[in-house]
């Protein structure tokens, strides 16, 4: 995997870090606008969706290959503005391969769905940013299983989770940008609860709820969060990119 530290840039936007939480996550409330987010929803295109069990999804510009490569083909327009702009302004990919994003992944869970607490894998360089349009829903952080939990005492070369509130949840508003880099991306797993409400929500509970936009709104629910469509923009670094059918791709012509 690519180098796990920190990109230097990042100092710019250390108020956005989420304190509590093993390095390193950023939560921005209010990324794009109500507008830029209508504009985003209504240009994803109906005819990419691969509906599964418990959600649907679509990658763009295409799917892996088996051997986790990707095939070099642009990103469309409607996914780089704003927000691979807003990336470029932050300096969130400047110590990535390609740096920038190459690969966008489109997750749509309707109230109910969910995913089971999983990692990204070796595929990816070390930062995802993922911007959440719709409504929110709430992120479960969690530590991985320990490989050989009969060597106790022993110290790994990473820092513990066990310092840090893990597990734990990040609340995740409509429009906002949560960053994870390298240790959070390679050493906690991260999964989305299938239910329809997410409960007891507060500042004891919620990582990052300082650093929401209105956590009153939440607070006047009672702690609770309704959940409703929620569609989630992942944007990565696909380490091994080919250009063998660069030239095809561009003869039929893009969106």
Not at 18 to 25: N, Y
Request: one cysteine or more.
């Amino acid at each position: 995997m690519a180098n796990s530290q920190p990109p230097k840039t990042l100092e710019m936007i250390e108020r956005y870090k989420i304190k509590t939480l093993p390095p390193d996550f950023y939560y921005i409330p209010d990324f794009i606008s109500k507008e830029e987010e209508e504009s985003i929803l209504q240009k994803i295109p109906a005819q990419r969706w691969i509906t599964l069990s418990h959600r649907r999804l679509q990658a763009h510009p295409s799917t892996l290959t088996k051997n986790n490569t990707l095939l070099a083909s642009p990103l469309p327009q409607w996914l780089i503005k704003p927000v691979v702009e807003r990336f470029e302004t932050l300096g969130l990919f400047n110590d990535t391969p390609h740096k920038a994003p190459n690969h966008v992944l489109i997750n749509e869970y309707k109230s109910g769905e969910g995913i089971m607490p999983h990692e990204d894998g070796g595929a990816y360089a070390h930062v995802v940013a993922t911007v959440s349009l719709g409504a929110s829903i709430c992120l479960d952080i969690t530590a991985k299983p320990d490989p050989h939990p009969e060597e106790q005492g022993v110290e790994t070369p990473t820092e513990s989770a066990s310092q840090y509130t893990v597990p734990t949840r990040i609340l995740q508003e409509p429009r906002s940008l949560l960053i994870t880099i390298g240790p959070a991306y390679e050493n906690l797993l991260h999964g989305i609860a299938s239910v329809q409400v997410d409960e007891n929500l507060n500042v004891q509970t919620v990582a990052n709820w300082e650093l929401l936009s209105d956590p009153t709104v939440f607070e006047k629910a009672g702690g609770r969060n309704e959940r409703a469509t929620r569609v989630s923009l992942t944007y990565r670094d696909v380490l091994k990119v080919s250009s063998a059918a660069s030239k095809v791709l561009g003869g039929l012509g893009r969106r």
